[in-house]
């Protein structure tokens, strides 16, 4: 692993070599999240735009000498990005857009974006000689981990509030996980995880506390870059709940400007829900953050306190990026748009990026002939609860042609 | 559109040109259902498996010369096939066997092997200027068709039974299609959307009455015989409700065959649920269809009057195919070998040909050493009631250490 140069701590800055230290750091306790640096001049060497372009694997493993792995670790089974990047006309159209791209991470393996980390975590597990894993979630990074532990054999332990959606449970249960539904929150099922992997020695996938995790989530940033043939968008809209996928698009666009692909970094927008927004209070305000009790139906960003905060807010900061909030009626109203105008079905929390973007260009915060990507983090199938919020669902009919007909006229009239 | 030799009722044999005829044959009436004629040599000059070696577009649209449409018709953006052929090592370990493929259809943008079916389809409306389509499904095909649709901007609507698992509806609902809940069966949802295809000139997608959908579904079968390099596997399982997928396998196979691109044809063996096994029946007694009232959870081929029937038993007949049925508790217990040995969520229908593989293996049918292909044709997201008869939902723990402790010993207790 000699393309990283140290695991540097984002609260004191700290320098420690990747055998060193496992998850935060040592000085600074579960706050001092750990940032992986890289040896770009290196990795210059072993991979290129050009290489690229000659690689058949059209998964996350392409970019692997970008990745904190070994060169020799085996590559878990199932198959991780290369995400569709679609411009769909239509939405183009009805948003006043020539150049929207929607990124639907529905399409990997589990069907949400955190099968990007958890791949990368499950290859640091058994590089580590792990046989049993754990990781507290609203959902979708639990579903992804068990899928990704279940595919290479590792027994796996999971935290998640008893008020996950039932599709989660269900993934997970069918992937074979012991799962604690905890009476509480997200934010307690996570600090029960912790206490739980150091007390019983499971490798922990927790977000922002696992430092390599980011580093997986990044992924869909090279590939965006890579899709539009390394020439950067002008915005990426990204739902945010612990800020680990905003964090993970920042630093995706930041190996690339170090590298040398691209040649300006694009504008990162982070959304949250209005009702759990205490990275954008924190963000807007420039005060410290404070924790919240989250109402949101966008269950995977229903976060009160933001995990990675430190690094978010930093890279918020460093690289210009925006925050912003939408309602939950935005949400609803923006999976109807997306699955009317593209065909793609998201979840509450994968759309709330789109709501942003909407309520942006109403805000005039985007342009219309921008090069805009929205990041659609979740499939809808994963919470069918909240999409048929967003519907109305039609009484029954007898299977005759006049109830048909009947039906129609109705419809007629009320549209 | 010189590729099509002819569209040639599997009933009275006669034959079409494309544009003569539009859904079954004119003298047979709705049981002529119209078979696709193919002239290989030409196609042969068109595309070779060296070319596509060459070819970057990794969904179906690279045989598009194999495929029903016009050279020049524009293909719809969603990105279909190219689904993942997994060989999982725990799988195969748990079950015996070396060579034991999974092809995970879940994977497609509706998350079904319908999306194949829906996109040749949707290639088909648009060459006939259509504006509306409509189709009758059990839930998958029709979520596919309005996603298909919605991603062009053509209306839909669909008829399904009023049982249909709420997911396929919400997908439905957030394509923006027209929904007509019949209170009856998939079978009464059928005869009832023909009519109305008539009566108000909708572009009809029904399976086993537009020719156009075999076609669709059997770019499974060339992809599976592409990433085995073009070594025909020796046997491939798959679920049967209506039979169209099973014709679709047959005739994707039969395509390689008629090109001289495998050299031989694998066993192909379908299955059905136990509780609608008409198609098994009719085969097993050689004697004419009777339809049957299906019980089974596998919503998606629960169906009693298999409407694709005269090809499909003609195909098994031709082939040397078998059929065999499962139990709906042997398709629980295939969902949840697959989840715990690949980390892949297949949906009651879409495990039936795993049950299948599971039982012909403990029968001796297959053997240990043969190559094998189990098409999973759709993601467990789709039916999360089923899933959760699978597992057991554990009981909410409190948020502290020793709760954990507690379940723990008490799980360890009664495995």
């Given at each position: 692993m ?33 940032e ?12 290129s ?53 929607i990124?639907?991470e ?19 597990a ?35 509030p ?7 449970l269900?993934?997970?249960?069918i ?8 009476k ?7 600090d ?40 950067a ?22 190996d690339?400007l ?36 989250p ?51 998201g979840?509450p ?34 919470d069918?609860?909240?999409?048929l ?6 009484e ?9 007909e ?10």
């Open positions: 000699d393309q990283i140069k140290a695991l540097k701590c984002v609260l004191c800055g700290k320098e420690y070599s990747p055998g060193e230290v496992e998850y935060t750091c040592p000085a600074c306790g579960p706050e001092g999240i750990l992986v640096l890289y040896d770009y001049e290196l990795i210059s060497r072993r991979i735009p050009r290489s690229l372009k000659e690689d058949p694997d059209f998964s996350i493993w392409r970019y692997k000498p970008l990745l904190p792995v070994r060169e020799d670790s085996p590559i878990p089974p199932l198959h991780v990005g290369w995400t569709p990047l679609y411009r769909p006309r239509l939405l183009n159209e009805k948003l006043g857009f020539s150049h929207l791209f990124k639907d529905g399409r990997n393996p589990t069907a949400s974006l955190k099968d990007r980390a958890s791949a990368v975590g499950i290859v640091k058994l590089e580590k000689g792990a046989r049993e894993v754990t990781c507290a979630s609203t959902g979708n990074a639990a579903s992804s981990w068990a899928g990704a532990a279940a595919s290479v054999g590792l027994k796996s332990y999971i935290f998640v008893q008020t996950a959606p039932r599709a989660k269900a993934q997970l249960l992937f074979g996980a012991t799962i604690f539904p905890v509480g929150s997200y934010d307690q099922a996570f029960l995880c912790i206490q739980a992997s150091s007390r019983f020695g499971w490798y922990n996938r927790n977000t922002a506390f696992n430092p390599y995790l980011v580093e997986g989530k990044k992924t869909v940033a090279l590939e965006i870059a890579e899709q539009l043939a390394w020439k968008p002008d915005k990426v809209f990204v739902s945010v709940g612990d800020g680990c996928i905003l964090s993970g698009v920042f630093k995706g666009f930041a690339l170090n590298l040398g692909w691209i040649d300006r970094f694009p504008q990162i927008i982070g959304v949250q829900a209005e009702g759990a927004s205490p990275l954008y209070r924190a963000w807007k305000e420039g005060k410290p953050f404070e924790p919240v009790e109402v949101t139906i966008a269950d995977s960003i229903s976060v009160g306190i933001p995990r990675n905060r430190v690094m978010a807010l930093r890279d918020l900061k460093t690289w210009k990026g925006l925050m912003m909030t939408v309602t939950d009626d935005e949400i609803l109203e923006a999976m109807r748009v997306l699955g009317r105008q593209s065909g793609v079905f979840e929390a994968g759309v709330a990026s789109l709501a942003g973007l909407i309520k942006a260009s109403k805000e005039g915060i985007v342009q219309k002939e921008e090069a805009v990507v929205v990041i659609i983090s979740g499939n809808g199938l994963k069918i609860s909240s999409a919020k967003a519907v109305r669902m039609p029954p009919i007898e299977p005759s042609l006049s109830s048909v009947e039906y129609l006229k109705k419809a007629t009239s009320f549209q």
